[in-house]
């Protein structure tokens, strides 16, 4: 009972979320590449590997 509530409440979030991020997107493919970078640096600093301090 408490798992299809919360299925429910998740599918609602995630309608909320697409709708409040569209305009940001909308704005991001305005200016170009500007988005599509930040997105690719973000994912190369993500992961294990950019979490190590060199000795």
């Known amino acids: 009972m408490f798992r299809a509530v919360a299925d429910v409440l998740r599918q609602i979030g995630g309608a909320i979320a697409t ?3 569209a305009p940001f997107r909308a704005v991001g493919r305005l ?3 500007a ?3 930040a997105r690719g ?13 060199p000795p």
């Open 19 to 21: 709708l409040v991020t």
């Open 41 to 53: 640096g973000r994912a190369r600093s993500s992961g294990p590997a950019a979490r190590r301090v």
């Open 35 to 37: 988005s599509s970078s």
């Open 31 to 33: 200016f170009g590449g």
